[in-house]
């Protein structure tokens, strides 16, 4: 029994450690999909939890300040487009040009706006998106097994956590099931096909990158008003770079960037939880066990993701031919 | 006479200072096959890119059936009811032929009513122009044949009535090419109009009702097929008269300079692309390779020219081995008197952004004519490239122009002049004249026949088989990895097609 419990704890952190790489590598799947290679994950997703957490404390309201978060998330990606899409700039330098603007920007502008050494305020019970109930959830909370699964694990998480899972299903069906979803994976693959069937490559890449601006800003306000309670300073420490890796271990699908994200979520949590506790009667230095999902990140992509063929026309911008 | 499918008139365009259109007049009859057959660089494919949206002219006017349109994307010419086929196919290689076929014509937000109607109309286009392939496929594992096929039957999707093929053929084998023009045939029959685009004067004649010949950027004429000859089509693309099939005396093949035996060579993907192939080359003999791209004829040279390892296998070179599966390099073989003339100029041949007289020695800067002490001799090195501009008419006559602005024949001829000036014993080419002009393509000839005739050994490896079969003395046919068959020069097309294509594999190997 302490076993079980112990283990519906660590799945629990599981899922919430998991939500904001999740998002982001949805985010980064939609970018990368469409051709547009995007290391500015990280940035983006800074910014968005800034100014996620400034526009909570700002207006006093959840919402006002996830449409902040959502904006300014949407801003940069969209000048990540303007340097790779319109001005075929190289992606790589423009992503890491977003994430030192972010990594600065936030401190800079937190700083002179509240004066708080670059965090924001406190934010109180309606600025944040607090846990929900799932009804039936206290009802079912005795009975064993199933009812600890539904009312821990499954129950008494934020808004954001059900739509980051909701939206593995819901990408899964745009590329899969609409138009729009079959021109992103095609102008990925071949943009020269694109563009002869009289589709717009750079219209529909700019669309990839505001679907990739909205989700980062979801993915850091979800760090700046769920999992904490205001904005610190380069808070996102390299989530964006491990959702990077997720997406590349989870081949640009959908389903398994959701898996992928758990057992990245799971090593971490799994680190945190056994910091401190002997295995096997030795006592690990708590700096590996915090090294732990990096190792683990590194020994995966390199060596058991077999062959990742990544989108045909990703990191290349489109020139018409002759 | 017949209406007229096609109308431009007066249609010019520019790049920069380069004038790719000049005042073109075309007509084209509704009903017809069209031929539109220039050189390299005389404009055919500007102009058919101005037909299909991808540019707009400066100046001029299209008439699509009698009606002026403007053409700005290419959404407005398939509107216009105009499809296009192009050289480079336009299609998503890991997406099945359905998924390729409605893309930018789906119609609706959501994929599953149009995926049904594509794949009912699909059936239909199958019946009514014998156009059969797997809706299902996915697009990278059909052969190339299927794969233009496909791309037929997304214009017809789209409800073109006129079709323009860009060089429909350089990819496809003399049986796929052959179905193609029976499909073709059978398009106009149902009233379709064809435009074909090539360099190829065989198929203008074998297939076209009218031909318009351009030459640097201006229409220079147009004829009824019926009436012209192969000669005079040359005449008129090259604006001089050209020997099409180069003469050449008897080889006069003396001791063997080249042996190859068991040679195995696999690719980065571990396929075996060259399976236990021997051969021997002689002194004073071109020995040409045929075969369908991707059978192995790329990994062969590659082996022999030290580029590529070999898996097992030995080569000898004057009677001395090459050790092709060790430690072989390119720059040895020079030594040893063995030149490559690889058949992708661009990534291997040349580094386009140099300037022409660094390409011209690259590979022999080290010898010493070229070398002052440790540093370059800078004035050696382009007295010795004005002299191979001189000897291989290589234009422009700049030494000091980069590459990348010379034409594709001409920087062919850089690579040419490079190998043969160091007089090897063996010469190795692939695809002497891939993307070269008429009027370069005689003259790379002549210099090959000459290099035979001093007592060299020349390999060649190319997919045009008109080219094979007016160089070589001996007509070696790759097909799957395997040599499956030799043939003198005097074997016909068909035979060679059949052994490219796999057919005689049988009797071949007995």
């Known amino acids: ?322 | 006479m017949a209406e007229l499918a096609i109308a431009l008139s007066g249609i010019n365009k520019s790049f920069g200072p380069v004038h790719a259109n000049r005042d073109i007049n075309l007509e084209v009859q509704r009903g017809t096959i069209h031929g539109i057959i220039g050189e390299n660089g005389a404009g055919k494919s500007t102009l058919m890119s101005i037909l299909y949206g991808f540019y707009q002219a400066d100046s001029g006017e299209i008439r699509v059936n009698g009606k002026p349109v403007s053409i700005k994307t290419p959404n407005d010419a398939i509107a216009a009811g105009i499809g296009m086929v192009h050289q480079h196919f336009m299609l998503v290689e890991n997406f099945t032929v359905l998924e390729n076929i409605i893309l930018g014509a789906e119609g609706e937000p959501l994929l599953n009513k149009s995926i049904a109607k594509a794949r009912s109309e699909l059936a239909r286009l199958e019946r009514e122009y014998g156009l059969e392939v797997d809706p299902d496929a996915l697009i990278e594992e059909l052969p190339v044949g299927l794969q233009q096929r496909v791309e037929i039957l997304k214009a017809l999707y789209r409800g073109a009535d006129i079709l323009i093929l860009d060089e429909p053929t350089g990819v496809l084998t003399p049986a796929e090419a052959d179905h193609l023009f029976r499909i073709l045939k059978q398009l106009k029959e149902q009233g379709k109009t064809v435009i074909l685009i090539t360099h190829k004067l065989r198929e203008i004649m074998a297939i076209t009702d009218n031909v318009s010949v351009m030459r640097q950027g201006t229409m220079v004429a147009t004829r009824e097929t019926k009436g012209t000859t192969v000669e005079e089509l040359a005449e008129l693309m090259v604006g001089r008269r050209v020997l099409l099939r180069v003469q050449k005396g008897e080889a006069n093949p003396g001791e063997v300079k080249l042996s190859v035996r068991n040679l195995t060579v696999r690719d980065s993907r571990k396929v075996t692309m060259v399976d236990d192939v021997s051969f021997d080359i002689r002194a004073g003999e071109i020995v040409g390779i045929a075969g369908v791209a991707g059978n192995g004829q790329s990994e062969l040279i590659e082996a022999i020219a030290g580029t590529r390892r070999a898996v097992s296998g030995t080569v000898m070179l004057d009677g001395k081995p090459i050790d092709v599966t060790g430690t072989a390099d390119p720059g040895e073989l020079r030594d040893r008197g063995l030149a490559h003339v690889p058949e992708d100029r661009h990534h291997v041949g040349l580094v386009l952004a140099f300037e022409e007289a660094e390409n011209s020695i690259l590979g022999y800067q080290d010898k010493p004519q070229y070398l002052n002490g440790p540093f370059l001799n800078l004035k050696a090195i382009e007295d010795d490239a004005r002299a191979k501009i001189q000897a291989y008419d290589i234009r422009p006559t700049n030494p000091h122009l980069r590459t990348a602005n010379f034409s594709g024949g001409n920087q062919q001829k850089i690579v040419l002049a490079r190998e043969i000036e160091q007089d090897p014993g063996v010469l190795v080419v692939g695809q002497p004249t891939r993307g070269v002009d008429v009027g370069a393509i005689e003259f790379i000839h002549k210099r090959l026949i000459a290099m035979r005739d001093a007592g060299k050994a020349v390999l060649v490896i190319s997919v045009e088989l008109d080219e094979i079969r007016s160089l070589s003395d001996r007509i070696l046919v790759m097909f799957a990895g395997r040599i499956v068959g030799e043939r003198g020069p005097e074997a016909t097309e068909g035979e060679l097609g059949l052994l490219m294509a796999g057919v005689e594999h049988k009797e071949a190997a007995e």
């Open chain 1, 1 to 322: 029994m302490d076993f079980l419990n112990a283990l519906v704890l660590i799945l629990d952190s599981t899922i919430r450690l998991s939500v904001p790489l999740l998002l982001a590598c949805l985010a980064g799947l939609y970018s990368e999909r469409a051709g547009v290679f995007d290391i500015g994950l990280e940035g983006k997703m800074l910014a968005g939890a800034f100014a996620g957490a400034a526009g909570a404390a700002v207006t006093g309201s959840a919402w006002l300040g996830l449409l902040c978060g959502i904006l300014v998330s949407v801003g940069m990606a969209l000048v990540h487009g303007f340097a790779s899409i319109t001005h075929r700039g190289n992606q790589i330098v423009s992503g890491v040009a977003i994430n030192f603007i972010a990594a600065g920007s936030t401190i800079i502008l937190g700083q002179a706006w509240f004066q708080q050494g670059g965090r924001t305020p406190a934010l109180g019970a309606a600025q944040r998106f607090e846990a929900i109930e799932l009804p039936g959830a206290a009802a079912l909370r005795d009975v064993p097994l199933i009812g600890q699964i539904y009312s821990e694990l499954i129950s008494g998480h934020s808004l954001l956590t059900y739509f980051a899972f909701l939206m593995v299903p819901f990408t899964w069906w745009v590329l899969y099931r609409t138009r729009f979803g079959l021109r992103l994976r095609a102008v990925g693959e071949n943009p020269a096909a694109v563009d002869t069937a009289g589709v717009s490559v750079a219209w529909l890449r700019y669309r990839a990158v505001i679907c990739t601006g909205i989700l980062t800003g979801i993915a850091g306000c979800y760090l700046s008003m769920v999992q904490n309670a205001g904005f610190v300073k380069d808070m996102t420490a390299g989530k964006g770079f491990i959702a990077l890796a997720a997406l590349i271990f989870a081949k640009w699908k959908p389903v398994n960037a959701m898996f992928a994200c758990l057992l990245f979520g799971f090593l971490d949590a799994a680190s945190i939880r056994l910091q401190g506790t002997p295995i096997m009667g030795v006592r690990v230095p708590v700096q590996l066990m915090q090294a732990l999902p990096y190792i683990l990140t590194v020994i995966l992509l390199a060596g058991f993701i077999g062959k990742a063929i990544p989108p045909r026309a990703g990191g290349v911008p489109y020139v018409k031919e002759r």
